[in-house]
Protein backbone atom coordinates (compact mmCIF):
# COMPACT_ATOMS: atom_id res chain seq x y z
CA UNK A 1 0.00 0.00 0.00
CA UNK A 2 1.42 3.17 -0.65
CA UNK A 3 2.41 5.59 2.04
CA UNK A 4 -0.57 8.20 2.75
CA UNK A 5 1.27 10.86 2.78
CA UNK A 6 2.44 10.87 -0.89
CA UNK A 7 -1.26 10.92 -2.17
CA UNK A 8 -2.38 13.95 -3.88
CA UNK A 9 -5.65 15.67 -2.74
CA UNK A 10 -9.20 14.29 -3.56
CA UNK A 11 -10.63 16.50 -6.45
CA UNK A 12 -13.82 17.86 -5.76
CA UNK A 13 -16.78 16.38 -6.67
CA UNK A 14 -17.79 18.49 -9.69
CA UNK A 15 -14.11 17.97 -10.91
CA UNK A 16 -14.72 13.91 -11.01
CA UNK A 17 -18.01 13.87 -12.53
CA UNK A 18 -16.36 15.07 -15.78
CA UNK A 19 -13.39 13.01 -16.21
CA UNK A 20 -13.08 10.23 -17.80
CA UNK A 21 -11.13 6.28 -17.65
CA UNK A 22 -8.10 6.21 -19.76
CA UNK A 23 -8.00 2.10 -20.04
CA UNK A 24 -4.27 2.16 -21.23
CA UNK A 25 -2.98 4.55 -18.54
CA UNK A 26 -5.81 4.29 -15.90
CA UNK A 27 -5.73 8.26 -15.83
CA UNK A 28 -8.71 9.98 -15.22
CA UNK A 29 -8.62 13.12 -18.02
CA UNK A 30 -11.06 15.20 -19.30
CA UNK A 31 -13.12 14.43 -22.34
CA UNK A 32 -10.55 16.71 -25.01
CA UNK A 33 -7.55 15.36 -23.68
CA UNK A 34 -9.05 11.79 -24.02
CA UNK A 35 -10.11 12.24 -27.39
CA UNK A 36 -6.68 13.83 -27.93
CA UNK A 37 -4.93 10.82 -26.70
CA UNK A 38 -7.38 8.37 -28.91
CA UNK A 39 -6.70 10.19 -32.14
CA UNK A 40 -2.69 9.74 -31.80
CA UNK A 41 -3.39 5.85 -30.71
CA UNK A 42 -5.52 5.01 -33.64
CA UNK A 43 -3.04 6.73 -35.81
CA UNK A 44 -0.29 4.72 -34.12
CA UNK A 45 -2.46 1.54 -34.41
CA UNK A 46 -2.89 2.16 -38.04
CA UNK A 47 0.57 2.57 -39.02
CA UNK A 48 2.25 -0.68 -36.53
CA UNK A 49 -1.00 -2.31 -38.70
CA UNK A 50 0.35 -1.27 -42.07
CA UNK A 51 3.76 -2.19 -41.08
CA UNK A 52 2.53 -5.62 -39.37
CA UNK A 53 0.61 -6.65 -42.63
CA UNK A 54 3.23 -4.86 -45.53
CA UNK A 55 5.69 -7.59 -47.00
CA UNK A 56 9.48 -7.43 -46.50
CA UNK A 57 11.57 -5.49 -48.34
CA UNK A 58 14.28 -7.59 -50.73
CA UNK A 59 16.59 -5.67 -48.72
CA UNK A 60 15.29 -6.74 -45.53
CA UNK A 61 17.72 -9.39 -43.47
CA UNK A 62 14.22 -9.80 -40.98
CA UNK A 63 12.20 -13.40 -41.61
CA UNK A 64 8.75 -12.61 -41.95
CA UNK A 65 7.75 -13.62 -38.75
CA UNK A 66 9.42 -10.40 -37.22
CA UNK A 67 6.48 -8.45 -37.06
CA UNK A 68 7.58 -5.27 -38.18
CA UNK A 69 6.79 -2.42 -35.66
CA UNK A 70 4.88 -4.79 -32.68
CA UNK A 71 7.36 -4.25 -30.61
CA UNK A 72 6.13 -0.41 -30.36
CA UNK A 73 2.49 -1.40 -29.71
CA UNK A 74 0.59 -0.94 -26.26
CA UNK A 75 -0.85 -4.05 -25.54
CA UNK A 76 -5.12 -3.32 -26.42
CA UNK A 77 -3.03 -2.28 -30.46
CA UNK A 78 -1.87 -5.75 -30.32
CA UNK A 79 -4.74 -7.13 -29.02
CA UNK A 80 -6.92 -5.57 -32.36
CA UNK A 81 -4.28 -6.39 -34.52
CA UNK A 82 -3.52 -9.98 -33.53
CA UNK A 83 -7.28 -10.78 -34.03
CA UNK A 84 -7.66 -9.39 -36.96
CA UNK A 85 -4.54 -11.49 -38.19
CA UNK A 86 -5.77 -14.72 -36.51
CA UNK A 87 -9.45 -14.18 -38.28
CA UNK A 88 -7.60 -14.02 -41.43
CA UNK A 89 -6.15 -17.44 -40.89
CA UNK A 90 -9.73 -18.61 -39.80
CA UNK A 91 -11.22 -17.77 -43.80
CA UNK A 92 -8.56 -20.28 -45.33
CA UNK A 93 -9.01 -24.31 -44.13
CA UNK A 94 -4.98 -24.44 -45.16
CA UNK A 95 -4.17 -21.68 -42.34
CA UNK A 96 -6.56 -23.39 -39.79
CA UNK A 97 -4.94 -21.92 -36.81
CA UNK A 98 -6.91 -23.93 -34.53
CA UNK A 99 -6.07 -27.16 -35.96
CA UNK A 100 -8.27 -31.26 -33.86
CA UNK A 101 -5.38 -32.33 -33.13
CA UNK A 102 -1.16 -33.17 -32.81
CA UNK A 103 0.44 -35.97 -31.84
CA UNK A 104 2.89 -36.02 -29.12
CA UNK A 105 5.08 -39.05 -28.52
CA UNK A 106 7.47 -38.13 -26.76
CA UNK A 107 8.12 -37.37 -22.96
CA UNK A 108 9.85 -33.81 -22.55
CA UNK A 109 10.47 -34.76 -18.44
CA UNK A 110 13.09 -37.40 -20.07
CA UNK A 111 14.91 -34.74 -22.21
CA UNK A 112 17.84 -33.91 -20.53
CA UNK A 113 18.35 -37.13 -19.03
CA UNK A 114 18.34 -38.92 -22.21
CA UNK A 115 20.17 -36.07 -24.33
CA UNK A 116 22.12 -34.39 -22.19
CA UNK A 117 25.32 -36.47 -22.94
CA UNK A 118 25.80 -34.67 -26.60
CA UNK A 119 28.27 -33.41 -27.69
CA UNK A 120 28.22 -29.89 -28.78
CA UNK A 121 27.25 -29.53 -32.58
CA UNK A 122 25.88 -33.32 -32.37
CA UNK A 123 22.63 -34.38 -33.66
CA UNK A 124 20.60 -37.46 -33.80
CA UNK A 125 18.40 -36.64 -37.04
CA UNK A 126 17.18 -40.43 -37.14
CA UNK A 127 15.37 -39.69 -33.69
CA UNK A 128 12.21 -38.54 -34.36
CA UNK A 129 10.58 -36.10 -31.27
CA UNK A 130 6.95 -34.73 -31.08
CA UNK A 131 6.76 -32.30 -29.06
CA UNK A 132 4.07 -29.11 -28.30
CA UNK A 133 4.41 -26.26 -26.00
CA UNK A 134 3.88 -22.63 -25.85
CA UNK A 135 6.65 -19.48 -27.07
CA UNK A 136 8.32 -17.43 -24.43
CA UNK A 137 10.77 -15.72 -26.61
CA UNK A 138 11.73 -15.38 -30.40
CA UNK A 139 15.13 -14.85 -31.75
CA UNK A 140 15.94 -14.35 -35.35
CA UNK A 141 19.33 -14.93 -37.04
CA UNK A 142 18.52 -13.87 -40.51
CA UNK A 143 15.78 -14.86 -42.72
CA UNK A 144 16.62 -18.86 -42.53
CA UNK A 145 17.08 -19.10 -38.44
CA UNK A 146 14.69 -18.49 -35.65
CA UNK A 147 15.15 -20.05 -32.37
CA UNK A 148 11.87 -20.39 -29.97
CA UNK A 149 12.23 -20.49 -26.70
CA UNK A 150 8.92 -22.69 -25.10
CA UNK A 151 7.34 -24.43 -22.22
CA UNK A 152 5.51 -27.53 -21.98
CA UNK A 153 2.81 -27.90 -19.33
CA UNK A 154 3.07 -29.49 -16.17
CA UNK A 155 2.02 -32.74 -15.45
CA UNK A 156 2.28 -35.11 -12.12
CA UNK A 157 6.56 -35.49 -13.30
CA UNK A 158 7.17 -31.95 -13.09
CA UNK A 159 5.74 -28.17 -14.01
CA UNK A 160 6.59 -28.54 -17.62
CA UNK A 161 10.21 -28.13 -19.37
CA UNK A 162 11.92 -25.19 -21.01
CA UNK A 163 13.25 -26.14 -24.17
CA UNK A 164 14.68 -24.33 -26.94
CA UNK A 165 13.74 -24.88 -30.57
CA UNK A 166 15.98 -24.48 -33.67
CA UNK A 167 14.17 -24.00 -37.03
CA UNK A 168 16.37 -23.86 -40.10
CA UNK A 169 15.29 -23.12 -43.51
CA UNK A 170 17.25 -26.41 -45.31
CA UNK A 171 15.63 -28.91 -42.71
CA UNK A 172 12.69 -27.80 -43.00
CA UNK A 173 10.62 -31.47 -44.22
CA UNK A 174 10.39 -31.90 -48.15
CA UNK A 175 7.04 -31.55 -49.51
CA UNK A 176 5.62 -29.83 -46.44
CA UNK A 177 4.76 -25.85 -45.70
CA UNK A 178 7.47 -24.15 -46.82
CA UNK A 179 9.71 -22.48 -44.04
CA UNK A 180 8.44 -18.89 -43.89
CA UNK A 181 5.28 -19.60 -44.24
CA UNK A 182 5.43 -22.51 -40.87
CA UNK A 183 6.99 -19.43 -39.04
CA UNK A 184 5.26 -16.16 -40.53
CA UNK A 185 2.34 -16.02 -38.19
CA UNK A 186 3.94 -17.82 -35.32
CA UNK A 187 4.11 -14.87 -32.11
CA UNK A 188 5.09 -14.72 -28.32
CA UNK A 189 2.13 -16.53 -26.30
CA UNK A 190 1.25 -19.32 -29.28
CA UNK A 191 1.17 -22.79 -28.65
CA UNK A 192 3.09 -24.58 -30.87
CA UNK A 193 3.60 -28.51 -32.43
CA UNK A 194 7.03 -29.53 -33.04
CA UNK A 195 8.48 -31.84 -35.42
CA UNK A 196 12.00 -32.32 -35.17
CA UNK A 197 15.24 -34.38 -33.07
CA UNK A 198 17.74 -33.46 -30.52
CA UNK A 199 20.92 -32.01 -30.86
CA UNK A 200 23.18 -29.29 -29.80
CA UNK A 201 23.81 -26.62 -31.30
CA UNK A 202 27.52 -24.95 -32.18
CA UNK A 203 27.25 -21.54 -31.59
CA UNK A 204 30.31 -19.28 -32.54
CA UNK A 205 33.05 -17.84 -29.83
CA UNK A 206 32.02 -20.47 -27.74
CA UNK A 207 34.25 -20.26 -24.53
CA UNK A 208 36.66 -23.03 -23.69
CA UNK A 209 34.48 -25.41 -21.56
CA UNK A 210 31.40 -23.95 -22.16
CA UNK A 211 28.62 -26.62 -24.46
CA UNK A 212 26.49 -25.55 -27.03
CA UNK A 213 22.37 -25.41 -26.08
CA UNK A 214 20.60 -28.94 -25.78
CA UNK A 215 17.63 -27.74 -28.20
CA UNK A 216 15.08 -29.63 -30.36
CA UNK A 217 16.17 -29.02 -34.21
CA UNK A 218 12.70 -28.26 -36.12
CA UNK A 219 11.78 -29.77 -39.13
CA UNK A 220 8.21 -28.80 -39.18
CA UNK A 221 6.42 -26.20 -36.81
CA UNK A 222 2.38 -25.91 -36.70
CA UNK A 223 0.43 -23.62 -34.82
CA UNK A 224 -1.91 -25.33 -32.87
CA UNK A 225 -3.65 -22.15 -30.71
CA UNK A 226 -3.03 -18.80 -31.12
CA UNK A 227 -2.40 -16.13 -27.70
CA UNK A 228 -4.18 -12.95 -29.14
CA UNK A 229 -2.85 -11.18 -26.27
CA UNK A 230 0.55 -9.73 -25.83
CA UNK A 231 2.61 -11.67 -22.94
CA UNK A 232 3.89 -9.81 -20.38
CA UNK A 233 7.25 -8.03 -21.11
CA UNK A 234 9.78 -5.13 -18.95
CA UNK A 235 7.93 -2.38 -20.70
CA UNK A 236 4.33 -4.29 -19.53
CA UNK A 237 4.99 -6.49 -16.33
CA UNK A 238 2.79 -8.51 -14.93
CA UNK A 239 3.67 -8.34 -10.77
CA UNK A 240 0.11 -6.39 -9.19
CA UNK A 241 -1.06 -9.23 -6.79
CA UNK A 242 -4.43 -8.06 -7.38
CA UNK A 243 -3.89 -8.48 -11.49
CA UNK A 244 -2.76 -11.90 -11.04
CA UNK A 245 -5.40 -13.28 -8.95
CA UNK A 246 -8.14 -11.86 -11.29
CA UNK A 247 -6.03 -13.44 -14.25
CA UNK A 248 -5.02 -16.61 -12.72
CA UNK A 249 -4.46 -18.30 -16.05
CA UNK A 250 -2.15 -15.99 -17.47
CA UNK A 251 -0.37 -15.86 -13.83
CA UNK A 252 0.03 -19.45 -13.86
CA UNK A 253 1.48 -19.29 -17.78
CA UNK A 254 3.66 -16.77 -16.89
CA UNK A 255 4.83 -17.26 -13.49
CA UNK A 256 6.42 -20.41 -12.94
CA UNK A 257 6.14 -20.24 -8.90
CA UNK A 258 2.67 -19.93 -8.95
CA UNK A 259 2.54 -23.05 -11.49
CA UNK A 260 5.24 -24.86 -8.90
CA UNK A 261 2.53 -24.13 -6.05
CA UNK A 262 -0.36 -25.44 -7.07
CA UNK A 263 1.86 -28.37 -9.02
CA UNK A 264 3.67 -28.96 -5.04
CA UNK A 265 0.13 -28.60 -3.71
CA UNK A 266 -1.56 -31.18 -5.87
CA UNK A 267 1.60 -33.93 -4.78
CA UNK A 268 0.61 -33.04 -0.84
CA UNK A 269 -2.99 -33.65 -1.72
CA UNK A 270 -1.80 -37.13 -3.24
CA UNK A 271 0.69 -38.31 -0.78
CA UNK A 272 -2.50 -37.86 2.03
CA UNK A 273 -4.93 -39.66 0.24
CA UNK A 274 -2.11 -42.64 -0.29
CA UNK A 275 -1.03 -42.42 3.45
CA UNK A 276 -4.93 -43.01 4.30
CA UNK A 277 -5.23 -45.99 1.76
CA UNK A 278 -2.29 -47.44 2.73
CA UNK A 279 -4.02 -47.34 6.47
CA UNK A 280 -6.99 -48.98 5.42
CA UNK A 281 -9.42 -45.83 5.34
CA UNK A 282 -12.05 -45.96 2.95
CA UNK A 283 -12.78 -42.62 1.14
CA UNK A 284 -16.00 -41.24 1.49
CA UNK A 285 -18.42 -37.84 0.06
CA UNK A 286 -21.04 -36.86 2.17
CA UNK A 287 -23.65 -34.13 1.06
CA UNK A 288 -22.33 -30.63 0.30
CA UNK A 289 -26.18 -29.03 1.27
CA UNK A 290 -27.53 -29.65 4.81
CA UNK A 291 -30.62 -28.58 6.42
CA UNK A 292 -29.19 -27.78 9.29
CA UNK A 293 -25.44 -26.13 9.31
CA UNK A 294 -23.50 -28.50 12.26
CA UNK A 295 -20.31 -30.42 12.43
CA UNK A 296 -18.15 -27.00 13.33
CA UNK A 297 -18.78 -23.90 15.04
CA UNK A 298 -18.61 -21.66 12.26
CA UNK A 299 -21.29 -19.17 10.23
CA UNK A 300 -22.44 -20.91 7.32
CA UNK A 301 -23.94 -19.70 3.70
CA UNK A 302 -27.52 -19.89 2.91
CA UNK A 303 -28.67 -21.09 -0.35
CA UNK A 304 -32.37 -22.44 -1.29
CA UNK A 305 -33.89 -25.31 -3.19
CA UNK A 306 -36.48 -24.39 -5.54
CA UNK A 307 -38.16 -27.54 -6.21
CA UNK A 308 -38.69 -28.15 -2.39
CA UNK A 309 -38.99 -24.17 -1.14
CA UNK A 310 -36.54 -24.89 1.73
CA UNK A 311 -33.34 -22.73 2.65
CA UNK A 312 -30.02 -25.28 3.26
CA UNK A 313 -26.72 -24.60 4.28
CA UNK A 314 -23.52 -24.68 2.39
CA UNK A 315 -21.73 -27.34 4.79
CA UNK A 316 -19.32 -25.74 7.03
CA UNK A 317 -17.75 -29.31 7.60
CA UNK A 318 -18.44 -33.44 6.96
CA UNK A 319 -17.90 -33.88 10.57
CA UNK A 320 -21.72 -35.45 11.65
CA UNK A 321 -22.03 -37.17 8.36
CA UNK A 322 -18.90 -39.27 8.40
CA UNK A 323 -19.83 -40.09 12.16
CA UNK A 324 -23.09 -41.54 11.25
CA UNK A 325 -20.76 -44.06 8.73
CA UNK A 326 -18.90 -45.30 11.95
CA UNK A 327 -22.69 -45.96 13.66
CA UNK A 328 -23.19 -47.56 9.81
CA UNK A 329 -20.08 -50.10 10.34
CA UNK A 330 -17.46 -48.07 8.17
CA UNK A 331 -14.21 -48.43 11.02
CA UNK A 332 -12.41 -45.80 9.12
CA UNK A 333 -13.22 -42.79 6.91
CA UNK A 334 -12.11 -39.83 5.63
CA UNK A 335 -13.25 -37.22 3.32
CA UNK A 336 -11.31 -34.49 1.44
CA UNK A 337 -13.63 -32.30 0.06
CA UNK A 338 -14.71 -28.08 0.11
CA UNK A 339 -16.05 -26.43 2.77
CA UNK A 340 -17.87 -23.41 3.30
CA UNK A 341 -17.74 -20.87 5.67
CA UNK A 342 -19.24 -17.11 5.76
CA UNK A 343 -16.60 -15.26 7.35
CA UNK A 344 -14.29 -12.76 6.81
CA UNK A 345 -11.41 -12.86 3.92
CA UNK A 346 -8.19 -12.38 4.94
CA UNK A 347 -4.42 -13.64 4.09
CA UNK A 348 -5.21 -17.23 6.03
CA UNK A 349 -8.99 -17.61 5.39
CA UNK A 350 -10.55 -17.92 2.32
CA UNK A 351 -14.73 -18.11 2.27
CA UNK A 352 -14.64 -21.71 0.83
CA UNK A 353 -11.38 -24.06 1.69
CA UNK A 354 -10.68 -27.58 1.13
CA UNK A 355 -10.13 -30.23 4.11
CA UNK A 356 -9.75 -33.75 5.24
CA UNK A 357 -11.65 -35.51 8.37
CA UNK A 358 -11.19 -38.21 9.03
CA UNK A 359 -12.77 -40.62 11.92
CA UNK A 360 -11.21 -43.87 13.30
CA UNK A 361 -13.30 -46.40 15.75
CA UNK A 362 -11.66 -47.43 18.50
CA UNK A 363 -8.79 -44.94 18.13
CA UNK A 364 -8.89 -42.01 20.75
CA UNK A 365 -7.60 -38.45 20.75
CA UNK A 366 -3.41 -39.23 21.98
CA UNK A 367 -3.48 -42.22 18.84
CA UNK A 368 -4.98 -38.71 16.62
CA UNK A 369 -1.47 -37.53 18.10
CA UNK A 370 0.54 -39.63 17.03
CA UNK A 371 -0.73 -40.01 13.48
CA UNK A 372 -0.69 -36.37 12.61
CA UNK A 373 2.70 -36.43 13.80
CA UNK A 374 3.55 -39.64 11.17
CA UNK A 375 1.60 -37.61 8.80
CA UNK A 376 2.92 -34.48 8.21
CA UNK A 377 6.51 -35.48 8.94
CA UNK A 378 6.65 -37.86 6.46
CA UNK A 379 5.01 -35.72 4.41
CA UNK A 380 7.33 -32.85 4.48
CA UNK A 381 10.04 -35.03 4.55
CA UNK A 382 8.76 -36.72 1.03
CA UNK A 383 8.07 -32.67 -0.74
CA UNK A 384 11.20 -31.06 0.53
CA UNK A 385 13.49 -33.62 1.29
CA UNK A 386 14.39 -32.57 4.71
CA UNK A 387 12.56 -32.20 7.79
CA UNK A 388 12.98 -28.71 8.27
CA UNK A 389 11.45 -25.63 6.20
CA UNK A 390 11.42 -21.94 6.58
CA UNK A 391 8.46 -20.11 6.47
CA UNK A 392 8.39 -16.15 5.67
CA UNK A 393 5.03 -14.27 6.56
CA UNK A 394 3.43 -10.77 5.53
CA UNK A 395 5.98 -8.40 7.97
CA UNK A 396 8.91 -10.11 6.38
CA UNK A 397 9.67 -12.56 9.73
CA UNK A 398 11.45 -15.53 8.51
CA UNK A 399 10.41 -18.41 10.82
CA UNK A 400 12.56 -22.11 10.41
CA UNK A 401 10.18 -24.66 11.62
CA UNK A 402 11.38 -28.22 12.63
CA UNK A 403 8.63 -30.76 11.77
CA UNK A 404 10.41 -33.93 12.71
CA UNK A 405 8.22 -35.85 15.47
CA UNK A 406 7.20 -35.23 18.67
CA UNK A 407 6.12 -32.04 19.02
CA UNK A 408 6.00 -30.05 21.72
CA UNK A 409 2.25 -29.98 23.80
CA UNK A 410 0.80 -27.56 25.48
CA UNK A 411 -1.70 -27.83 28.00
CA UNK A 412 -4.21 -24.83 27.68
CA UNK A 413 -5.69 -23.77 30.66
CA UNK A 414 -2.24 -23.93 32.83
CA UNK A 415 -0.55 -21.94 30.40
CA UNK A 416 -3.22 -19.20 30.49
CA UNK A 417 -2.39 -19.41 34.04
CA UNK A 418 1.18 -18.81 33.79
CA UNK A 419 0.60 -15.95 31.26
CA UNK A 420 -1.76 -14.02 32.79
CA UNK A 421 -0.32 -14.50 36.41
CA UNK A 422 -3.90 -15.82 37.24
CA UNK A 423 -5.34 -18.60 38.88
CA UNK A 424 -8.28 -19.89 36.83
CA UNK A 425 -11.49 -21.14 38.27
CA UNK A 426 -11.68 -25.38 38.46
CA UNK A 427 -12.39 -27.08 35.34
CA UNK A 428 -15.96 -27.81 35.82
CA UNK A 429 -16.55 -24.24 36.79
CA UNK A 430 -15.51 -22.65 33.17
CA UNK A 431 -18.81 -22.43 31.35
CA UNK A 432 -20.64 -20.46 35.03
CA UNK A 433 -21.38 -16.58 34.84
CA UNK A 434 -19.14 -16.27 37.39
CA UNK A 435 -16.14 -17.55 35.33
CA UNK A 436 -17.60 -15.23 32.74
CA UNK A 437 -16.76 -12.07 35.02
CA UNK A 438 -13.65 -13.31 35.48
CA UNK A 439 -12.30 -13.82 31.79
CA UNK A 440 -13.68 -10.05 31.41
CA UNK A 441 -11.46 -9.10 34.02
CA UNK A 442 -8.73 -11.08 32.69
CA UNK A 443 -9.20 -9.48 29.53
CA UNK A 444 -8.84 -6.21 30.64
CA UNK A 445 -6.04 -7.16 32.32
CA UNK A 446 -3.97 -8.30 29.74
CA UNK A 447 -5.35 -5.81 27.19
CA UNK A 448 -6.72 -8.36 24.86
CA UNK A 449 -9.89 -7.08 23.07
CA UNK A 450 -12.94 -9.44 22.41
CA UNK A 451 -15.50 -8.63 19.96
CA UNK A 452 -18.92 -9.01 21.80
CA UNK A 453 -20.80 -11.48 22.70
CA UNK A 454 -18.31 -11.90 25.58
CA UNK A 455 -19.38 -15.75 26.23
CA UNK A 456 -16.67 -18.03 28.49
CA UNK A 457 -15.52 -19.81 25.07
CA UNK A 458 -14.87 -16.76 22.64
CA UNK A 459 -12.61 -15.17 25.85
CA UNK A 460 -11.11 -18.05 26.50
CA UNK A 461 -10.50 -19.07 22.57
CA UNK A 462 -8.72 -15.51 22.47
CA UNK A 463 -6.85 -15.55 25.44
CA UNK A 464 -5.31 -18.32 24.12
CA UNK A 465 -4.41 -17.10 20.42
CA UNK A 466 -2.97 -13.69 22.37
CA UNK A 467 -0.83 -15.59 24.32
CA UNK A 468 -0.72 -19.68 23.61
CA UNK A 469 -0.76 -19.65 19.68
CA UNK A 470 1.73 -17.12 19.59
CA UNK A 471 4.71 -19.12 21.12
CA UNK A 472 3.95 -22.37 18.23
CA UNK A 473 6.51 -21.64 15.45
CA UNK A 474 7.55 -25.07 15.44
CA UNK A 475 4.64 -27.93 15.26
CA UNK A 476 2.38 -27.82 18.66
CA UNK A 477 -0.37 -29.65 19.78
CA UNK A 478 -2.61 -27.37 22.41
CA UNK A 479 -4.49 -30.14 24.24
CA UNK A 480 -7.41 -29.98 27.00
CA UNK A 481 -9.91 -27.38 26.28
CA UNK A 482 -12.66 -26.61 28.26
CA UNK A 483 -16.03 -28.50 27.46
CA UNK A 484 -18.34 -25.98 26.10
CA UNK A 485 -15.46 -25.08 23.94
CA UNK A 486 -15.99 -28.37 21.73
CA UNK A 487 -19.58 -29.37 21.56
CA UNK A 488 -18.81 -32.67 19.71
CA UNK A 489 -15.95 -34.18 21.73
CA UNK A 490 -16.02 -36.42 24.48
CA UNK A 491 -14.93 -35.14 28.15
CA UNK A 492 -11.81 -35.82 29.64
CA UNK A 493 -11.55 -39.03 31.06
CA UNK A 494 -9.82 -37.68 34.45
CA UNK A 495 -9.94 -33.76 34.21
CA UNK A 496 -13.70 -32.72 34.66
CA UNK A 497 -14.94 -29.65 32.83
CA UNK A 498 -11.90 -30.55 29.79
CA UNK A 499 -12.60 -32.29 27.08
CA UNK A 500 -9.96 -34.56 25.47
CA UNK A 501 -8.71 -32.00 22.58
CA UNK A 502 -6.16 -30.84 20.71
CA UNK A 503 -5.32 -28.01 17.89
CA UNK A 504 -2.47 -28.18 15.94
CA UNK A 505 -0.63 -25.12 15.19
CA UNK A 506 2.24 -24.06 13.35
CA UNK A 507 4.36 -20.69 12.93
CA UNK A 508 1.21 -19.22 14.79
CA UNK A 509 -1.80 -20.43 12.84
CA UNK A 510 -4.09 -23.20 13.30
CA UNK A 511 -3.55 -26.56 10.87
CA UNK A 512 -5.27 -29.57 12.50
CA UNK A 513 -8.18 -30.34 14.73
CA UNK A 514 -9.14 -33.14 16.72
CA UNK A 515 -10.45 -35.08 19.68
CA UNK A 516 -11.89 -38.21 21.29
CA UNK A 517 -15.24 -38.09 19.82
CA UNK A 518 -18.62 -37.84 22.11
CA UNK A 519 -20.74 -40.95 21.89
CA UNK A 520 -23.29 -40.22 24.60
CA UNK A 521 -26.40 -39.16 22.88
CA UNK A 522 -27.63 -37.85 26.43
CA UNK A 523 -24.12 -35.67 26.79
CA UNK A 524 -24.37 -34.84 23.35
CA UNK A 525 -27.98 -33.33 23.66
CA UNK A 526 -26.94 -31.47 26.46
CA UNK A 527 -24.30 -29.84 24.68
CA UNK A 528 -26.23 -28.70 21.65
CA UNK A 529 -28.56 -27.02 23.75
CA UNK A 530 -25.69 -25.53 25.44
CA UNK A 531 -24.72 -24.08 21.86
CA UNK A 532 -28.28 -23.11 20.90
CA UNK A 533 -28.02 -21.40 24.87
CA UNK A 534 -25.10 -19.43 23.36
CA UNK A 535 -26.82 -18.57 19.59
CA UNK A 536 -29.48 -16.90 21.99
CA UNK A 537 -26.87 -14.64 23.10
CA UNK A 538 -25.16 -13.64 20.03
CA UNK A 539 -23.30 -16.01 19.07
CA UNK A 540 -24.00 -16.25 15.40
CA UNK A 541 -21.47 -19.55 14.81
CA UNK A 542 -23.07 -21.24 17.38
CA UNK A 543 -24.25 -24.93 16.33
CA UNK A 544 -28.09 -26.06 16.47
CA UNK A 545 -30.06 -28.67 17.83
CA UNK A 546 -29.37 -31.96 14.72
CA UNK A 547 -32.02 -34.16 15.88
CA UNK A 548 -30.81 -36.80 13.06
CA UNK A 549 -27.61 -37.05 14.36
CA UNK A 550 -29.09 -37.64 17.96
CA UNK A 551 -30.87 -40.47 16.74
CA UNK A 552 -27.82 -42.25 15.08
CA UNK A 553 -25.84 -41.82 18.05
CA UNK A 554 -28.66 -43.69 20.07
CA UNK A 555 -28.00 -46.50 17.95
CA UNK A 556 -24.43 -46.85 19.28
CA UNK A 557 -21.09 -45.04 17.97
CA UNK A 558 -17.83 -46.64 18.96
CA UNK A 559 -15.11 -44.71 20.54
CA UNK A 560 -13.79 -42.83 17.95
CA UNK A 561 -11.19 -40.83 17.24
CA UNK A 562 -12.06 -37.59 15.11
CA UNK A 563 -9.65 -35.29 12.62
CA UNK A 564 -9.61 -32.68 10.49
CA UNK A 565 -6.67 -30.87 8.86
CA UNK A 566 -6.66 -27.19 6.09
CA UNK A 567 -5.18 -28.40 3.43
CA UNK A 568 -4.84 -24.85 1.67
CA UNK A 569 -3.61 -23.55 5.33
CA UNK A 570 -0.65 -26.48 5.66
CA UNK A 571 0.12 -25.94 1.51
CA UNK A 572 0.75 -22.53 2.44
CA UNK A 573 3.40 -23.75 4.89
CA UNK A 574 5.00 -26.18 2.61
CA UNK A 575 5.05 -23.47 -0.51
CA UNK A 576 6.41 -20.77 1.90
CA UNK A 577 3.79 -18.38 0.49
CA UNK A 578 1.64 -16.39 3.53
CA UNK A 579 -1.37 -15.83 1.70
CA UNK A 580 -3.93 -18.24 0.90
CA UNK A 581 -5.09 -16.88 -2.29
CA UNK A 582 -1.60 -18.37 -3.93
CA UNK A 583 -2.25 -21.99 -2.70
CA UNK A 584 -5.51 -21.53 -4.40
CA UNK A 585 -5.90 -22.02 -7.89
CA UNK A 586 -8.76 -19.64 -8.49
CA UNK A 587 -9.00 -17.88 -5.23
CA UNK A 588 -12.17 -15.86 -3.89
CA UNK A 589 -12.45 -12.28 -5.50
CA UNK A 590 -14.70 -8.97 -4.60
CA UNK A 591 -16.70 -7.70 -7.73
CA UNK A 592 -14.71 -5.72 -10.23
CA UNK A 593 -16.29 -2.52 -11.39
CA UNK A 594 -15.40 -1.28 -14.15
CA UNK A 595 -16.80 1.33 -16.03
CA UNK A 596 -15.69 0.13 -19.81
CA UNK A 597 -15.42 -3.19 -20.94
CA UNK A 598 -13.15 -3.78 -23.92
CA UNK A 599 -14.73 -5.38 -26.97
CA UNK A 600 -13.93 -9.15 -27.38
CA UNK A 601 -11.84 -10.59 -30.15
CA UNK A 602 -15.16 -11.61 -32.07
CA UNK A 603 -16.51 -8.24 -32.00
CA UNK A 604 -13.53 -6.65 -33.14
CA UNK A 605 -12.81 -9.55 -36.26
CA UNK A 606 -16.54 -8.88 -37.20
CA UNK A 607 -17.51 -12.69 -36.23
CA UNK A 608 -20.76 -13.38 -36.69
CA UNK A 609 -22.21 -16.25 -33.88
CA UNK A 610 -23.79 -19.41 -35.18
CA UNK A 611 -27.79 -20.30 -34.43
CA UNK A 612 -27.41 -22.61 -30.97
CA UNK A 613 -30.69 -24.39 -29.99
CA UNK A 614 -31.04 -25.07 -26.35
CA UNK A 615 -31.44 -28.92 -25.25
CA UNK A 616 -32.89 -28.80 -21.39
CA UNK A 617 -31.37 -30.84 -18.71
CA UNK A 618 -32.23 -34.39 -18.80
Known sequence: MADSSATTPAAPAEQLANLHLDEVTGERISKSELKKRQKQRQKEAEKAAKAASAP????????????GGEEDLNPNQYYEIRTRQVNELLKNPETN???????????????VEEFGSLKTGETLPEKELRIAGRIYNIRTAGSKLIFYDIRTSADTKSIGTRMQVVCQAQLAKEGGVPFEKQHAHLRRGDIIGIVGFPGRTNPKNLKEGEQGELSVFA??????????????????????????????????LWNDRSRETLWQRSRMVRYIRDFFHERRFIEVETPMMHAIAGGATALPFVTHHNDLDMDMFMRVAPELFLK??????????????????????????????????????????????????????????????????????????????????????????????????????????????????????????????????????RMIDKLTGEFIEETCI?????????????????????????????????????????????????????????????KDQGDDEAQLVDESFLNALEYGLPPTGGWGLGIDRLAMFLTDNYSIREVLAFPFLREEKTAHKEKFAAELAGVQPLPEEGIPHK
Open 324 to 457: KMIVGQFGKVFEMGKNFRNEGIDLTHNPEFTSIEFYWAYADVYDLMSITEELVSSLVKELTGSYKTKFTNQHGETYEVNWEAPWRRVEMIPALEEATGEKFPPYDQLHTDETNAFLQKICKKMNVECPPPLTNA
Open 219 to 252: TEVQLLSPCLHMLPSVRYPFADAEQRARMRYLDM
Open 474 to 534: NPTFILEHPQMMSPLAKYHRSKNGLCERFEAFVCKKEIANAYTELNNPFDQRLRFEEQARQ
Open 56 to 67: PKATSSKPKNAA
Open 97 to 111: PYPHKFQVNYDDSNF
